[in-house]
């Protein structure tokens, strides 16, 4: 009877060794899988972060050249450029590219409405929207933006032919 009972105490649970060895080997472990959990969730912020950054300013250059490419009068100045295109058939209407430096993401806007800076929480910041007349029917549109908290920066640069400006 006492043989069963030392048996019994001799597989009840992990000695002292084997607890100071596996206690430090498991930690390391855990340790090490958070780290790399932690470094994938940054990645992915950051790679989301620039997809925003990207999609938003193509967006709007894509507007923004469709607009140029189809326009019939183009009216350049310091503050705005305005074009007139033909929405319709019937009738022409005037479309107004500005930048809102008085708000914190600096959006441009067409017409009034936003065209960038609208973002999931808002974090593109609109660095340089430029435009110059480099021939009567040619104009170079600059559009740059920035995420701060990623320290991400693109820049878009294109000459768009107007195809019916006289």
Not at 33 to 40: E, P
Not at 73 to 83: A, E, G, Q
Not at 149 to 158: G, K
């Given at each position: 009877m006492r043989a069963d009972l030392r048996n019994r105490r001799g597989q009840r649970g992990l000695s002292l060794l084997s607890l100071i060895i596996a206690v430090p080997l498991l930690t390391m472990l855990l340790w090490s899988?958070?780290?790399?959990?932690?470094?994938?969730v940054r990645n992915y912020n950051r790679l989301r972060a620039e997809t925003e950054l990207v999609s938003e300013l193509s967006f709007a250059m894509e507007r923004i050249c469709r607009d140029l490419s189809y326009a019939e009068?183009?009216?350049?100045?310091?503050?705005?450029?305005?074009?007139r295109t033909k929405q319709t058939v019937e009738a022409a209407d005037y479309v107004s590219y500005n930048q809102d430096t008085g708000s914190s993401c600096r959006p441009i806007r067409r017409?009034?409405?936003p065209l960038t800076g609208d973002?999931?929480?808002g974090r593109v910041v609109i660095k340089?929207?430029?435009?110059?007349?480099?021939?009567?029917?040619?104009?170079?549109?600059?559009?740059?933006?920035?995420i701060r908290?990623?320290?991400?920066?693109?820049?878009?640069?294109?000459a768009v032919t107007c195809l019916n400006v006289p």
């Open positions: 899988l958070g780290t790399f959990a932690l470094s994938s009068y183009i009216d350049i100045n310091s503050v705005r450029l305005r074009v017409n009034g409405q973002s999931d929480a340089e929207f430029t435009y110059r007349q480099t021939g009567p029917r040619t104009v170079e549109v600059a559009i740059a933006g920035e908290e990623y320290n991400l920066f693109y820049r878009l640069h294109t």
